[in-house]
């Protein structure tokens, strides 16, 4: 990746065009980067589904406001960059209280977590989580919006730091993933009964043990793996189990206005507030991209442009 000048972008109808203030980096544009994802964008390319800015022009047909400050969920021309060209359905007014760098926070890892906790678990108030990876951009997300829901929320994290952090957002118990017996721990929590709702980060390493660690009647959303794994279908039979699969770019259009609607209300009523890791200038991207595949997460890494 590297920086090049283009000329200006103008809107068609129904498209806006955001100035960039910031970008967010999420594990996805490496994949795509790297030619390792089935979305295969034709090259050259610029990164980025995640931002946040300000509404500088708008097409015919368009509802929202020049000057408005907002975040983006897709961009026609990737938010790696001063201004991105945006269907208006992509563009979400970001309220005051939220910089533009935690604004670039919000899509991905936000949209991600409501959408396995509730339109894919079907999560209820009273239910208990385990955020499996609770310390990196999605997972922080996950653990806000299930505490902010009323569930019991149980978090790994790779580092001390990276487990703090998940305790402070609301998780009640946040043990160390690298450790042998922490799922033992994570049980004996529930006082053996086990968790409602897995969010896994990681299934390559983790469904197999998931599966040992579910109530009746539980479910694991697959988030994220990165190769294959061995499970005992048994271990689902025994507890009506089921294991859900997602990818956040099948949610449907109607899906998607409710996720958004809902976040909406939680940034506005502060339950819910993107944790910022790391800002690092646009020209640094490669060294972004290094930094989103390296364990320790803390949060979101965003590049300004
Ligand atoms: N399906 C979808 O639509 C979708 C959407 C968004 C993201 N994802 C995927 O979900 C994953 C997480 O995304 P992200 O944005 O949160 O990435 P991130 O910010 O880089 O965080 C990665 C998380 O995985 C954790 N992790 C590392 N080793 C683990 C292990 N052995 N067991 C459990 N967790 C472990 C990390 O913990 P430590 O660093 O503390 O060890 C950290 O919490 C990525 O693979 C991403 O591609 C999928």
Known sequence: MRLEDVTDIRPGPGQVVVRVKAAGVNPADTYMRSGTYARKPALPYTPGVDGAGVIEAVGENVTLPVSMRVYTSGTLTGSYAEQALCEEFDVHPLPEKLS??????INVPYATAYRA???????????TVLVHGATGGVGIAAVQIARAAGMKVIGTGGTARGRELAL?????HVFDHGTPDYLDRALAVTGGRGVDIVLEMLANMNLGKDLKVLAAGGRVVVIGSRGRVEIDPRDTMS????ILGMLLWNTPRHDAISIHSALGAGFENGTLHPV?????PLADAPRAHQAIMQAGAYGKIVLIP
């Not at 906790?117 to 239910?127: D, T, W, Y």
């Not at 910022?276 to 690092?280: C, F």
């Open 239 to 242: 507890r009506d189990a089921s």
């Open 168 to 172: 402070q957002q609301g998780a009640t």
């Open 117 to 127: 906790l509730f339109q894919r678990a079907h999560a209820l108030a009273g239910e």
């Open 100 to 105: 533009f760098s935690q604004g670039a926070g």
């Open 276 to 280: 910022l890791g790391k800002e690092m």
